[in-house]
């Protein structure tokens, strides 16, 4: 079932648990209620929220993702259940003794999805033909040219003109890029714990600082999506900059989770999507079923009615 | 023939549904006004809110997940008494006619997918 995914950003909101309840409380708005097991995502984008116990413990128990925020209002750390799935401690051991050529093809299946992706999200904006699609063809196992490389130094320019740089700390574009991807790879990360796998343990990622590096492996391929949605932002607002304080910026990003994508040969939502693909990646690292479920559209449209009133 | 829609399909309005549960409970001995009380309980846990008195509604995003609280509701109906619960659309939800008095009020809105409080 599609969850909701829930924001909180209006100061002073208190969070509490009652009757299996979330109970949000704001100052003089009316309480409000939530059914526990309805919420996907919880993010707090609040300095001063404030929270029961019972709050973590419920969405834990019920496999929610809860986000807390910096002030730059990207995702700075989230909760994961530990005990998450049921066989866990078995796929623990398969995922550690996947063997150096399955990891390598894994690899190979990413990369190339991503060029695919990158190609049809240009293509969805009308970029000459960008060879892409043929680039994702030539991946080799383990992607030993870097083609994954080669194909971002063809796709920003492309994208967002050839004065646009990626960088992790700039505003306006780059701010929108990077809180898109914080909080999809955080719904990566808690769906590869979901899936009985270890976050940390990447099929390339090999970072000694980063936990999740499996999360950042398979969300290599959902990276455009963000792309996708921050274009179609910059086209939407004009000469206006992206700025993260805007709470419509910010609803428009995360209003991706309820964008339809095809996925495998189904349409799902991109909530649901993501838990599958770490599904596929958790049968193909321990179980010899090498068919990743991957995104092979850009998003087809969202018939969920985005609701920006609490 | 027209093609049978898949959930991603239907528009939300159509594939979103309200389950409303509908209820006479025996409340003359104290046994029965406990199970009263218990059966209310079960419901508001359930993530139901009360619309009038006897009488409350939960959204759901799908049929199926509408199915799964009428299912489980079935699980801890009270031993006596009448309960009835009907699944719309909301769509169809989204028609009612509210008064109070002779005024007409507006009805809640649709809860959605995505909430920012």
Redesign the interface.
């Known amino acids: 079932?599609?969850?909701?995914?829930?924001?909180?950003?209006?100061p002073g909101?208190r969070l509490s648990v009652a009757?299996?309840?979330l109970v949000?409380e704001?100052p003089e708005q009316p309480k409000?209620?939530?059914?526990i097991?309805?919420i996907g995502v919880l993010i707090v984008d609040d300095r001063r929220a404030s929270y029961t116990q019972a709050v973590f413990i419920e969405l834990l128990a019920a496999g929610a993702t809860v986000m807390v925020t910096g002030p730059d209002h990207l995702p700075l750390g989230m909760m994961l259940p530990l005990d998450a799935h049921h066989v866990q401690t078995e796929r623990h051991r398969a995922q550690i003794e996947a063997s150096e050529p399955i990891r390598k093809q894994i690899w190979k299946a990413l990369v190339s999805n991503k060029l695919l992706q990158q190609g049809r999200v240009l293509d969805h904006f009308g970029a000459k033909p960008n060879g892409l699609a043929a680039m994702a063809g030539r991946v080799r196992s383990g992607d030993p040219d870097n083609l994954e490389a080669q194909g971002a130094q063809r796709y920003w320019p492309l994208l967002f003109g050839k004065d646009f740089r990626r960088d992790r700390s700039a505003e306006g574009i780059n701010a929108a890029l990077n809180y898109g991807y914080a909080v999809v790879r955080a719904a990566l990360a808690r769906a590869v714990v979901a899936s009985g796998l270890i976050p940390s343990l990447g099929v390339f990622h090999k970072n000694r600082s980063n936990p999740f590096c499996l999360a950042d492996d398979l969300f290599e391929p959902y990276r455009p999506l963000v792309d996708w949605r921050v274009k179609l932002l910059t086209q939407e607002r004009g000469e206006e900059p992206l700025n993260l304080e805007n709470?419509a910026i910010r609803?428009a990003l995360?209003?991706l989770?309820?964008e339809?994508v095809l996925i495998g040969d189904r349409?799902?939502?991109l909530l649901l999507a993501i838990e599958a693909g770490a599904a596929s990646l958790a049968r193909a690292l321990t179980a010899g079923d090498r068919t990743l479920v991957l995104p092979k559209s850009v998003p087809l449209g969202q018939?969920?009615?985005?609701?920006?009133?609490? | 023939m027209a093609r049978k829609l898949r959930a991603p399909d239907l528009p939300w309005g159509w594939r979103s549904m309200w389950v409303i549960a509908m209820f006479d409970l025996p409340t003359d001995t104290p046994a029965a006004r406990k199970a009263y009380a218990r059966f209310r309980k079960n419901l508001l846990e359930d993530g139901f809110t009360m619309m009038q008195y006897s009488i409350y509604t939960r959204h759901c995003a799908s049929m199926e997940n509408a199915d799964a609280h009428i299912a489980r509701m079935g699980q801890k109906l009270p031993p006596a008494g009448e309960v009835r619960f009907l699944a719309i659309t909301d769509r169809q939800f989204a028609r009612i006619k509210v008064f109070w008095g002779k005024k007409r009020q507006k009805g809640a809105p649709a809860p959605s997918q995505m909430e920012l409080f």
């Open positions: 079932m599609l969850r909701k995914t829930i924001e909180i950003a209006t909101t009757l299996r309840q949000i704001r409000a209620t939530l059914p097991e309805d709470r609803a995360l209003s989770f309820n339809t349409k799902l939502p018939d969920v009615a985005a609701d920006t009133e609490g």
